[in-house]
């Protein structure tokens, strides 16, 4: 059983930043993928940023340049880095893990970007 637990979410004026932890306990594998979804007011879930146990990273286009994800492998722990945050990234945030090919998911993390 694998739990993931997000944190850092919160209110925020537009053009500000937010750092995003997703802190993953359990039987964990060495090979995994980590990433952020999100899910905006009246839409779908959509990918943020994944990034593999190897380092390689993937982002929307809506975020690039903004955001940045991280991971820190020995504490099993995963960042998203928020910069220039505009309202429409208004979101629950979620932290996804990709480990022995079951996918799990964090509660979510609600930020809140004003304008």
């Known amino acids: 059983q694998v739990q993931l637990v997000e944190s850092g979410g919160g209110l925020v004026q537009a053009g500000g930043s937010l750092r995003l932890s997703c802190a993953a306990s359990g039987n964990i594998f060495s090979i995994n993928r980590m990433g952020w979804y999100r899910r905006a007011p009246g839409k779908q879930r959509e990918l943020v940023a994944v990034?593999?146990?190897?380092?390689?990273?993937n982002y929307a286009d809506a975020v690039k340049g903004r955001f940045t994800i991280s991971r820190d492998s020995a504490k099993n722990t995963g960042y998203l880095q928020m910069n220039s945050l505009k309202p429409e990234d208004t979101a629950v945030y979620y932290c996804?893990?990709?480990?022995?090919?079951?996918?799990?998911w964090g509660n979510g993390t609600l930020v809140t970007v004003s304008s």
């Open positions: 996804n893990l990709l480990n022995w090919n079951i996918n799990y």
């Open positions: 990034i593999t146990s190897g380092g390689a990273t």
